[in-house]
């Protein structure tokens, strides 16, 4: 105002100076009027006077209002100095130009405070501003709302410090990561649990405020977006928050009057106040979500205010927007509520939240929900309306699909006739659908909606279960929940319930909140369990009484049979008479073949009752096709049959696999080509798929043939136990229906399966495939034949303890012993053979298993436990091949009746001491045994032997087994009738291999024949 002053004086010296020149040109003027007309003079001093007069004027206009501003600013500094009565009114009229500009800045100062106050007070979202120290320094009242806590307790607070933990976890990664980046972060849909502990899912933003490129604070958005309930509570609440503060403000403007003079100072810092925070507000309102944005319009409806996210939102400009809201809504039963809510907020009428449907910029379809208030003048007048739209289209669209997935839910549930079960964990509060309750027989209002409910019903026997399969779920340790337990109904009964679900919510420290899932009724599926477990005993129960009965009928079958193939074979080294021994080989052809029918049923009783174990080792398939093809070659011969094996190069020479059952299995596919084939050929095939990272291979055998074929509608029928193809020719080719049986049951055993292709008239071909073949790691030897006969062996002196029976099974054993140089004793059951064996010492005792007194097992359990006895060797004899596997271990070694001489010598030789005389030796024991007989038989002996040289020649290609059996007993007949001990058992030994079917045996036997046929070296 100094200037102002100087400024003022400056003019006034110049007007008082224009003046006085004036004045001082009229006295010249006066001094020179002689020399002028009168009238000129006059006109000149007029014309100066009139020039002063207006000097003094335009004098005083310019300098009375400077004056009055440097009065004015004297008043305000405090400086005014009275001087008359004009400075008085001057001074009154100065002070009230000052108080109504005051008011009037204060009033414009206020109102847009208000406005923009009344948008953040009264707006869902929540909204917090923090300083550079991260220090609350604004909290509106939708923050206060959504924390659960007044304003006064979030502002001042250091947000990153003070804030619960459970609260502060989920937001400070984004509160930093927006502080570090100077960058705005949004987060949508966390979990929290607000500082007055309620749950909520929050969105929001966290906008961090730059200045001079620093971090000055932080402007935090946040909008709980779970379901918004009592809506309109909270709008009351903030009408009535907001007549508090005008009525606040409203003192506080009565009392700023009063204490203006105090205040004056203040009023730059107010301005300045006001100025950062339009600014801040302002910015908070242009860097809000883009799923909101803010409006106002007039009582006409004519928008006066569109935030900026409208373009990110809706497509449009602000500017493009400002027109009637009425021009974007479209023609629906939606918008016609939601004109009736604006025409209500029109006329002061404070509206819930409600929805709107709006063209967008691009011709798609958007909801949006809005929040209106309306604005009053002084005259409690609306002015206008203030809100702020959401959008909530994908909300909208989720919810509509939840909505359509939930009611084929329904649709479902009650299509399966299951109930429902929603279990909140934390409070125990469940529901019951109603079809759970009418499951049990109960009235919808029977039962009440809570766990107690169920538990009541639970049956006590399953409850305990129950409660583990549920909190094995609640533990996370099960993906589903699922139960078996049977629940009370209304009258009395227990129902069975499949009780299954699954825990879909948790709270937000991770523990389980809500768990649903189904009740379904399983009580009729339960009694058909309940039934087919006892018609499964009662199954079980009769295949135990067959497997005793085939145990009985094994034994009471084979017991005679030991003695019919047993005495026979005696008889077949004694009888000579040709008619005699055609009898005689009748009856034992007879016996084999029962004794063959009698091993494939017990094969199968074993395979059916699990007793029957697969033995691996590794084997040479090349060397068990090798001896088929010897077995079958005269078959094959005799129906000029063309016989071919093919083994592909690749096929490993050593695999593990049990090579008896595998043995047995190709013997049945092979034998059955050859029965039902007249001609054409037959052919084996070995393939072996590619090895794999296990060094495991899948062997495949094909056995193909060109005979009668199969039908199609029989080839599954062969497979079957005792059964045979329709209309077979069962003289021709007979059988008992149970080798492919037995077949497929021991591939299945060995991890494989088979198969059959097949054409009537044209053949058959059967691929058999075992899987995960192991190729042995380290190379075993081939098996080697014996290289002795094991007739031929000499046993040092021991005495034998044969404990059995019957009669006639010592008689078998003690006939066929009485030769191999051993003492036979004998006892008729284990009582006797305890006594026996303790008196006597035998060095080896043979022992049947089922006798009367005392049997085998407790015999054997007590020489074991003698120490007198028990290092005495007990071997088993036994009918009963499928008797009780686990007491096998008590014996030393196990023989099944009938007894085959030749595996009882094997049997012996591994517990007696014996010798085994060489080729040369043998010929030395020819020798000293010529010696001691006749010698003038000699001669006699070595041409009969060079007799059956032609014979033998008969035998290099397919080897006739039955003649091989002639041929052996000829040469035992030779060996006794001269007397000769190695000629008989060259003999016996040949005929056991050719019983046995041992073919590579039997090639190697023959060849010794030569050896055995230069006895006249021995002259």
Known sequence: MKIQTKIASIIFFICVISALFTLLCEHLLLRQMMDTTLYQGIFLILLLGMISILSLVIAKNLCHPIIRLHRLSALKQGNWVIKSKDDIGELSKSFNQMITGMKQAQNALQLQKDFYANILDNIVTGVLVTDTDDVISYANQGMSNIAGIPIHQIVDVRILIDFPEETLKYFRPYYLEAKEFLKPIQYHAIPVITPAGRHSYQSGWFIPQIKDGSFSGMIYTIIDITPQKKAEDQLKRYKDQLEIKLEQGTLELVNANKILKNKIKERKHIELALKQSESKYRRLIENMSEDFFFYSHDIQGIFTFIGSSIQKTLGYTPKEFMTHYTKYLTDTP?????????????????????????????????????????????????????????????????????????????????????????????????????????????????IPNDLSA??????????????????????????????????????????????????????????????????????????????????????????????????????????????????????????????????????????????????????????????????????????????????????MAEKELAFFIHIEDKVSPFLVLDENRLRQVLLNLIGNAVKFTEQGHVKVGVHQSNKNNNGKVDLIFTVEDTGIGIPENQQDKIFAAFQQMDGQNNRKYAGTGLGLAITKRLIKMMNGGITVQSQVGIGSCFTLILKDVQISKIISPLKTEDTFDINTIVFEPAKILIVDDIVSNRDVIRENLSHVNLDIIEADNGHNALLFAQEYQPDLILMDVRMPVMDGYEATKQLKRNPITQHIPVIALTANVIGDQSKRHLFDGFLSKPIQISRLLTQLTEYLQYHIPAVKACKDLNQEELKQADQEKSPEVIKKLEQLIPTLKKFKGALDLDQVEEFAQDISLLGKEHHISEIISYGQNLYEMAQNFESAKIRIQLKQFTELSKLRSLE
């Open 454 to 635: 169920w538990d009541k019903r639970v049956h006590p026997d399953d409850k305990e279960q129950a409660y583990f399969d549920i909190k094995q779920h609640l533990a996370g340790k099960t993906e589903y929940y699922s139960n078996e337990h049977r629940l009370l109904c209304e009258d009395g009964t227990y129902k069975w319930i499949l009780d299954r679900g699954k825990v879909i919510e948790y709270t937000a420290d991770g523990k389980p909140w809500r768990f649903v899932g189904t009740h379904s009724d399983i009580t009729e599926r339960k009694q058909n369990e309940i039934a087919l477990k006892n018609a499964k005993e009662e199954a079980e129960s009769a295949n135990k009484a067959k497997s005793e009965f085939l145990a009985n009928m094994s034994h009471e079958i084979r017991t005679p049979m030991n003695a019919v193939i047993g005495f026979s074979d005696l008889l077949s080294k004694i009888v000579t008479d040709k008619k005699q021994k055609s009898y005689l080989d009748s009856i034992q052809t007879g016996g084999k073949t029962l004794l063959t029918l009698i091993n494939d049923i017990l094969d199968l009783a074993k395979i059916e009752a699990g007793r029957l174990e697969i033995q691996l080792e590794p084997i040479n398939p090349r060397v068990i096709l090798t001896e088929l093809e010897q077995l079958f070659s005269l078959k």
């Open 334 to 446: 939606i918008n016609n509520k939601a004109k009736k809510h604006a025409d209500l907020s029109l006329q002061g009428i404070l509206q819930p939240l409600y929805e709107v449907e709006v063209k967008c910029k691009d011709g798609t379809l958007k909801s949006l929900e809005v929040s209106e208030v309306p604005i009053f003048n002084e005259q409690q007048q609306v002015i206008a309306i203030e809100g702020i739209a959401h959008d909530i289209t994908t909300r909208k669209q989720t919810d509509d699909k939840l909505r359509v997935s939930e009611l084929k839910w329904k649709y479902a549930l009650a299509g399966s006739q299951d109930g429902i079960w929603d279990w909140n964990v934390v409070t125990d509060e469940i529901f019951f659908s109603e079809r759970w309750k009418t499951m049990l027989g109960c009235t919808v209002e029977k």
